[in-house]
């Protein structure tokens, strides 16, 4: 099935399910919201004990706001690298890890960021481990684990796009889709924050010389969820709002947030276009608005670099027994940035998991090995 060398590795990775088993419960039972950075640190202190353990050198950048970013390297390469992605942060509250403990039942795990994406951060820092113990990377192996993403990676962005820059190949290990795919297109995203001012009055005493922002709003939210166009994968979703004073003012204020989802560079410039103009003009008279980006993520899309990539990982699995296909989803990720700047990324190498974001986020325990070794046998053959 493949050389020597690689069947030691695959079995050393299929000998240490017992001990992914116990560190990803560790990662699950500890609260890590992207919020919480105290939290996000203490599953990166999980981890550096992990790698001191495996002998892996690593070091980390501090951040003041969010986790700090903890990264591996195993082997040498001057000039090019391969990179391993994954987020520490989850979406849960502080408490959830104590409310849903780790649990496995009828071959899933369940617990907050199970799949998504602790057990990529389990499989990702076993196949740092891999190679630790017995060589054959190909080029500097690089493990990063960032802390901020489902924030839109607003301090580890930076981080990503330069280890990026140096890399050959990119694998973010978020969870395989429920099907087992791996991910080979993602759309962008922004996020936006709006906010309308108009003008207060007494809605009985004075009505007329109120400026209603909240109509203003209205109007606006009706414009912008016009733009979505779903045959080009375009979509804009007004999210949250907020405005007002009383019932019995006119509302001197207005905000909302707003989030554009898109396909290629080129449908975002569209649609940025026109979410400016509806900015830029007032339906009711006086009223003003004004909005900036709180957040992005550059789309994944496929290029003949990271198809190949796609390609040489879909044989590997295949050598471990799973059959991986491509899959393109709305969903944004780091791998959108990696894309970015030009490096062959694949997204969702992770064990197998569904329902992210919600409290019945399942892992499929049995797709942890081979996985890791699917992983593992794309490193090592990486030319
Ligand atoms: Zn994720």
Known sequence: MTTTYGQAVLDWLASQRPAMLALLEEFVNTDSGSYDKAGVDAVGERIRGFLDRQGIVHDTVANDRFGDVVRATVGQGANTSILLMGHRDTVFPKGEAGRRRFRIENGRAYGPGVADMKAGLVMNAFVLAAFQKFGGAPALLVG????????????????????ARRARAVFNSEPGRPTGNVVNGRKGGVFMKME????????????????????????????????TDLTRGTTVNVG???????????????????DLRYVTPSDREDAMGKIT????????????????????????????DSKR???HY????????????????GGCAD?????????????????????????DEYLVVDSLVPRAQTLALAVARLT
């Open 314 to 329: 879909a044989s590997c699995a295949s050598d471990v027994g799973l059959k991986v296909e491509g899959e393109f989803t």
């Open 309 to 311: 990539l796609f390609e």
């Open 335 to 359: 791998s959108g940035f990696t894309a970015a700047v030009g490096t062959p990324t694949i997204c969702a190498v992770g064990p197998v998991g569904g329902k992210a974001h919600t409290p």
């Open 196 to 227: 309308i001012t108009g003008k207060a009055a007494h809605s009985g005493g004075n009505f007329s010389d109120g400026i209603s922002a909240i109509e203003e709003l209205a109007r606006k939210v009706i414009a912008l969820h016009a733009i």
């Open 144 to 163: 990063l684990f960032t802390s901020d993403e489902e924030i839109g990676s607003p301090a580890c962005r930076r981080i990503i796009e330069a280890e």
């Open 240 to 258: 949250l709002i907020s405005g007002g004073q009383t019932v019995n003012t006119v509302a001197p204020w207005a905000k909302c947030e707003i």
């Open 277 to 304: 103009r509806i900015v830029e003009t007032a339906h009711v008279p006086g009223t003003s608005a004004k909005f900036e980006i709180a957040g992005e993520f550059k789309p994944l899309v496929e290029t003949p």
